[in-house]
């Protein structure tokens, strides 16, 4: 945690890395995105944490959910 803002990330910092990310994959067929030919939640959390790990170097994890209560989450093991 940041001791001046009392913050762990900027939510506007984390909003910029993500945008490429969601243009890729928003409205797209993601087995013709590269990387994702099978596109599984694990699959999809992994390909996320790979392009966003080094942009911010505090992320403990990505989850991504199939549903409220269907997800898979991905920490970089």
């Given amino acids: 945690m940041d001791p001046v803002n009392g913050i762990v990330a900027d939510f506007s910092a984390i909003d ?6 969601m243009t890729t994959l928003d409205h797209r067929y993601l087995n013709e995105v590269q990387g994702l ?3 599984t939640a694990e699959r999809i959390a ?4 790979e392009r966003l790990n080094d942009g911010l170097p505090r992320m403990s994890s990505v989850r991504v ?13």
């Fill in 16 to 21: 910029e890395s993500i945008v490429g990310i």
């Fill in 37 to 39: 030919e099978n596109p």
């Fill in 46 to 49: 992994e390909w996320i944490w």
């Fill in 65 to 77: 959910y199939e549903t409220a209560d269907c997800w898979a989450e991905y920490d970089g093991r």
